[in-house]
């Protein structure tokens, strides 16, 4: 009863506004001049906020709309990490674990990261550069596997294999993707030993900080290589004098090397392959993780120092526009 009463006073109907009644009494040239000085605006600050490397709230840049992670470098490249489920002992071979903390290692350097425990469908390879491989065994594919990697790859796609990533049953088959490839099953390891790195190209930039260091890890020496084009070494290791190395101690057996090939009627790919990677705690190792760094950013196709020397832009403090100062 009260709106209607007060409704009645004021000559308004009810369910009626006020702006709705009131005359427009602005030229129609004045308001094509508004139009387009709105227009110009709104140009303006979409500018300004795809120019800020901050991933802004609300900003529809993911799946279904959803705003990029903050600080997402939404022009990096494109990284999927292919993990597996934890095995061996406490420290070893921990593969969930790397899914973790190199999705955040990669982000933090510039990269746009995925990645899962299981291989890449075709629909996640679309627009992937690199495919990171941390997972035991992980030749061993099915058919729609060898599909989707064997299209990824023809299209100039780029691999990183680490430890026990190229063991399967087919050596020869995922030795024509990264270059080598052990065959499931064999004794064909060290074990836990010393393993001394003698870096064979020191003119390489993807070794620009690895020297002849040791590490506690193991190490593979019966490989399946490819021979048409053959791998390029970056670092070999002696093989220690370990139980399960039988009468192979002492050979001189690469550990980390490139491979650059073409699939025919496709583009020039590129694979970059660490061996090591038995002791997880060998990922830290400021050397080792600078040469991975370098590693999967030649593979990606990418300036080799992408990752390693990438800054991400200020963060805007509370209360600072995009692209503005603080006040």
Not at 128 to 144: E, M, N, Q, R
Not at 214 to 225: C, H, R
Not at 260 to 268: A, I, K, L, R, S
Request: glycine residues 10%.
């Amino acid at each position: 009863m009260t709106s209607r009463r007060n409704s009645t006073k004021t000559g308004i109907q009810p369910g009626l506004s006020t702006t709705a009644c009131r005359p427009d009494h602005k030229s129609p040239k004045a308001r094509i001049l508004r139009s387009v000085f709105v227009a110009l605006f709104l140009l303006l600050l979409a500018g300004t906020i795809e120019r800020d490397g901050w991933a802004q709230p609300g900003r529809a840049a993911g799946p279904q709309g959803a705003p990029p992670p903050q600080g997402q470098n939404r022009n990096g490249m494109h990284i999927y990490i292919w993990a597996g489920l934890k095995s061996h002992s406490e420290g070893q071979h921990d593969y969930p674990q790397f899914l973790a903390d190199w999705s955040k290692i990669l982000t933090e350097r510039g990269a746009v990261v995925d990645g899962a425990l299981h291989s890449p469908s075709s629909a996640d390879l679309e627009h992937t550069d690199v495919v990171v491989i941390y997972k035991g065994d992980a030749a061993y594919l099915s058919d729609s596997d060898k599909t989707a990697l064997e299209a990824f790859v023809k299209r100039g796609g780029g691999l990183v294999s680490l430890h026990d990533s190229l063991c399967g049953p087919d050596p020869a088959y995922f030795a024509g993707l990264v270059g080598g490839a052990k065959k499931h099953g064999e004794v064909n390891y060290t074990l836990d030993a010393p393993i001394h790195y003698a870096v064979v190209d020191k003119s390489d930039p993807i070794m620009k900080d690895m020297s002849d260091i040791t590490i506690s890890d193991e190490a593979f020496f019966t490989l399946t290589w490819a021979k048409d084009p053959a791998v390029h070494v970056l670092a070999t290791a002696e093989i220690p004098p370990t139980r399960s190395a039988g009468d192979h101690k002492g050979e001189v057996v690469p550990q980390m090397w490139t491979y650059e090939h073409t699939v025919p009627g496709g583009q020039p790919a590129r694979a970059f392959v660490w061996m090591q990677g038995h002791t997880y705690a060998n990922f830290a190792n400021s050397q080792i993780q600078r040469t991975l760094l370098r590693g999967i950013a030649w593979a990606g196709k990418k300036p080799v120092d992408e990752l390693v020397n990438y800054v991400a832009p200020p963060r805007p403090g509370r209360g600072t526009p995009p692209g503005g100062k603080a006040k």
